[in-house]
T-cell receptor, first 114, second 114 residues
Framework: NAGVTQTPKFRVLKTGQSMTLLCAQD?????MYWYRQDPGMGLRLIHYSVGEGTTAKGEVPDGYNVSRLKKQNFLLGLESAAPSQTSVYFC?????????????FGSGTQLSVL | KQEVTQIPAALSVPEGENLVLNCSFTDSAIYNLQWFRQDPGKGLTSLLL?????REQTSGRLNASLDKSSGRSTLYIAASQPGDSATYLC?????????????FGQGTILTVHP
């Protein structure tokens, strides 16, 4: 089983460039999440989705957009990258709400913005 | 606002030792608490999910307990092995949210040396 797959694994951007991170899950999960992990800050929720066609803001949504056109995919977009967005990005999914169900994580995307 | 604290921040033990990792949370109105493992450069793997109605959950050499009244959870690792070396994170939901936003602790970095 593939589980949660993130692409790409590494990316370097220049300030002002845009990019899209792709998350795909094959577990038929309703809920999907994007987190960023930074030293000293821990994991913080950027955006989440409770089902196909839905998206909502998390703790740190500024500078990011998301889309969930298909149930299995959750895309995270950076419209104009800034150095403050240098981080490791993790996608996760769960069958039900995170308050009730286990979360399954992808292996992460290391993003550097110069 | 849920706040999650993990003590100690780092722990180094010889192989074979039994050890306890601690997690405390401020909002006790939680449905469950999850423990995760993160290996360097990897995503998080869910180890145990303890429901609020349970006091303990076991998986192999791992045992997690939950005391909502005191706002504490512990992860007990029996007969530690070098392969247990990783960062261990706990995560608690923030009460009152429909999707169950998880707040993560900063993690305990565990090193088990032969």
């Amino acid at each position: 089983n593939a589980g949660v797959t993130q692409t790409p694994k590494f990316r370097v951007l220049k300030t002002g460039q845009s990019m899209t991170l792709l998350c795909a899950q094959d577990m038929n999960h309703e809920y999907m999440y994007w987190y960023r992990q930074d030293p000293g800050m821990g994991l913080r929720l950027i955006h989440y989705s409770v089902g196909e066609g839905t998206t909502a803001k998390g703790e740190v949504p500024d500078g990011y957009n998301v889309s969930r056109l298909k149930k299995q995919n959750f895309l995270l977009g950076l419209e104009s990258a800034a150095p403050s967005q240098t981080s490791v990005y993790f996608c996760a999914s769960s069958y039900g709400p995170a308050a009730e169900e286990k979360l399954f994580f992808g292996s992460g995307t290391q993003l550097s913005v110069l | 606002k849920q706040e999650v604290t993990q003590i100690p921040a780092a722990l180094s033990v010889p192989e074979g030792e039994n050890l306890v990792l601690n997690c405390s949370f401020t909002d006790s109105a939680i449905y469950n608490l999850q423990w995760f493992r993160q290996d360097p450069g990897k995503g998080l793997t869910s180890l145990l999910l303890i429901q609020s109605s349970q006091r303990e959950q076991t998986s192999g050499r791992l045992n997690a307990s939950l005391d909502k009244s005191s706002g504490r959870s512990t992860l007990y690792i029996a007969a530690s092995q070098p392969g247990d070396s990783a960062t261990y994170l706990c995560a608690a939901p923030s009460g009152g949210t429909s999707y169950g936003k998880l707040t993560f602790g900063q993690g305990t970095i565990l090193t088990v040396h032969p």
